[in-house]
């Protein structure tokens, strides 16, 4: 019995104070562990706010270039039927989307989805003033048609999807 109780009077402290030095140890590696992660995700912000800033820019870009005032001006020339002007105008406003795909990733889901929202407007107000011309109809009836009807929304899609986009960079990042 008397071996028992020395041993318990050795081991016992021993035990108490390996047990003091774990929870010590823990506690220092989990805030070690702590502050590590917090510094990855400073070093992570830093990195990716220009990406998400210069996505907002090109989307800002996109809208611009597919309003159809700037559409129109840019593509009128090059056509000589409203049929050619449709298509021209249509494959620029896919081929501009398409080139900016990849910045869905830095936008917030409602912004892409007021982008998206824009671009079928436009697209809807190109082919509802191409439906009822006849196909070798002058490109500049299919220019005033789009016009008639895109200044009749107000305000037009583009607006809104800027204005948000605009609204929701100042709200994140300024």
């Not at 041993?7 to 590590?36: E, G, H, W």
């Not at 830095?106 to 006849?134: C, H, K, M, T």
């Not at 200044?151 to 990042?173: Q, W």
């Amino acid at each position: 019995m008397d071996l028992l109780t020395e041993l318990l009077k050795i081991t016992l402290p021993a035990a108490l104070v390996l047990y003091a030095m774990y929870l010590t140890l823990r506690s220092f590696l989990n805030k070690n562990l702590l502050d590590r992660q917090v510094d990855l995700r400073a070093e992570s912000a830093r990195t990716l706010l220009p990406l998400r800033l210069q996505a907002y820019e090109r989307m800002v870009l996109f809208l611009e270039r597919i309003s159809p005032n700037n559409l129109l001006l840019r593509l009128s020339p090059a056509a000589s039927s409203a049929l050619e002007l449709q298509q021209l105008l249509l494959n620029d406003i896919r081929d501009e989307f398409n080139h900016n795909l990849a910045q869905q990733v830095y936008l917030s889901n409602e912004a892409w989805d007021r982008i998206r929202l824009a671009q079928n407007e436009v697209i809807g107000v190109i082919n509802s003033a191409a439906q009822d011309l006849p196909t070798d109809a002058p490109p500049i009836e299919l220019s005033r048609r789009i016009f008639d009807r895109w200044i009749a929304l107000s305000p037009t899609p583009t607006d809104e999807a800027l204005r948000f986009l605009k609204d929701e960079v100042r709200r994140e990042f300024m």
